[in-house]
């Protein structure tokens, strides 16, 4: 690797910018200095012009290379034509500046004017003559030329790792990236059902709301009338009454007496034949009514909590079960294969929203024909087999195998073949 001279030290090591430079000056494929640098048309990542060439190698007509540094792809056309990778003259010319002020600089910084040509293996660290002689007597060392390769290859290899594992993050932080966004939607749609729900609570709450006000408006005008009629007819005979206390009073005087006689007959006998308002009419239209609350506003809202919620679906796959009705397939007739989910605790899980699919293999057709979510944790995948044969079924619960799930049946023409002797 180009190493700077020392010229740079008190003006560049502050913040690493060195190092930066220095590693801006190496193809980042061989981890050579670079030679014949050229530069990527799109993302500008500098490479050696031979490495470049490397990359075509086993590529076909109109094929495309990506930049190790970006993944970014280049299209090179036929033989192929590398053209487009422009030559950088400016790093050409840093790098060969450099390397000439690097000659001088390659020297030992205890022992004045002696360059480093040997490797102790014990210290791990280059060494000079002299330093070989007084510091590292007893260790084992080497020529440096002799160790160098070998660290470049291990270099080679170590990076190849290390993109790789780079190329494995990226997918990890996609794949990442990608279930946050499906929070996001699995949110949204989540809100939408709780919304709809509720919505949907609200408005049969109102509608029998209604209905009570009209039943209780309704029982109230029956009452108001019947009390009506009966307070019109005693205002009748109230009127009669009155019409009989004045006639009496402003005749009085001069009534003769046969006439008192007859006034006094009939008016003996007209309250007798005239019906009050008597107390059995009266518990007739009795105040009475009243709302028969059958269950608290306590103990709805209870209910009303139990009957919606939102929560993890943790399922446990190993644990889920499976049934298939019938038992025995018959080809054409439709069957049904229900999957209960359950949790780590082998409980039912209460609610729905799980991803279940299954997969078929073996000789025989089936084609699934809906599946159906009770929204209690079971699952029914209704299947129309299409062939005769045996079929395997397995079933994948939110995307991971269900070991109690995966079972082998067989699928026949006429279903009395299926009759066992017990």
């Given amino acids: 690797m180009l190493i700077l001279p020392r010229i740079f030290d008190t003006e560049m090591a502050s913040g690493g910018l060195q190092t930066k430079l220095e590693q801006c000056l190496v193809c980042s494929i061989c981890l050579y200095t670079l030679k014949d640098p050229r530069v990527f048309p799109e993302c500008q990542?500098?490479?050696?012009?031979?490495?470049?060439?490397?990359?075509?190698?086993?590529?076909t007509e109109k094929s495309k290379i990506s930049c190790p540094e970006c993944r970014q792809e280049v299209e090179v056309g036929n033989s192929p034509d590398l053209s487009c990778f422009k030559?950088?003259?400016?790093?050409?010319?840093?790098?060969e500046h450099i390397e000439l002020a690097t000659i001088h600089d390659c020297v030992c910084d205890k022992h004045?004017?002696?360059?480093y040509k040997y490797y102790c293996q014990t210290c791990e660290t280059p060494t000079c003559k002299d330093c070989?002689?007084?510091?590292?007597?007893?260790?084992?060392?080497?020529?440096?030329?002799?160790v160098v390769e070998d660290f470049r290859k291990s270099l080679v290899e170590k990076l190849?790792?290390?993109?790789?594992?780079k190329a494995h993050l990226g997918d990890d932080i996609s794949n990442f990236e990608k279930l946050e966004e499906s929070f996001k939607t699995t949110n949204e749609q989540v809100q939408v059902e709780i919304n709809q729900h509720f919505d949907k609570l609200v408005k049969t709450v109102e509608s029998q709301r209604q209905k009570l006000i009209a039943k209780a408006n309704e029982i109230t005008e029956s009452k108001l009338q019947t009390t009506g009629m009966k307070i019109d007819d005693l205002r009748l005979k109230q009127t009669f009454v009155e019409s009989n206390i004045c006639d009496v009073e402003t005749r009085?005087?001069?009534?003769?007496d046969e006439e008192v006689l007859m006034k006094e007959k009939r008016i003996s006998e007209e309250p007798e034949n005239m019906q009050f308002g008597n107390e059995y009419e009266q518990r007739s239209v009795h105040n009475d009514m009243k709302v028969f609350v059958l269950k608290s506003a306590e103990d709805f809202e209870k209910s009303l909590i139990q009957s919606c919620l939102v929560a993890n679906s943790n399922v446990c796959p190993e644990n889920c079960t499976s049934s298939l009705e019938p038992p025995k397939l018959k080809k054409d007739e439709q069957a049904v294969i229900t999957v209960t989910c359950k949790d780590k605790a082998n409980s039912d899980i209460k609610h729905g929203g799980q991803t279940v699919k299954a997969e078929f293999s073996g000789n025989?057709?089936?084609?699934?024909?809906?599946?159906?979510?009770?929204?209690?944790?079971?699952?029914?995948?209704?299947?129309v087999p299409k062939t005769q044969g045996v079929v395997g079924v397995k079933i994948y619960i939110n995307g991971q195998e269900a070991p109690k799930c995966i079972f082998e049946t067989t699928v026949r023409r006429d279903s009395k073949i299926f009759r066992h002797d017990h």
């Fill in 45 to 59: 990542h500098t490479f050696c012009y031979q490495c470049i060439v490397g990359l075509t190698q086993g590529k």
């Fill in 252 to 256: 009085f005087d001069d009534l003769k």
């Fill in 87 to 95: 030559r950088s003259y400016r790093v050409k010319d840093i790098v």
């Fill in 132 to 146: 070989t002689i007084q510091d590292h007597r007893e260790h084992e060392y080497c020529a440096i030329k002799d």
């Fill in 160 to 165: 190849g790792d290390l993109r790789e594992r």
């Fill in 112 to 115: 004045e004017g002696e360059e």
């Fill in 364 to 383: 025989a057709t089936v084609r699934e024909v809906s599946h159906i979510d009770h929204k209690d944790g079971t699952h029914d995948i209704i299947v």
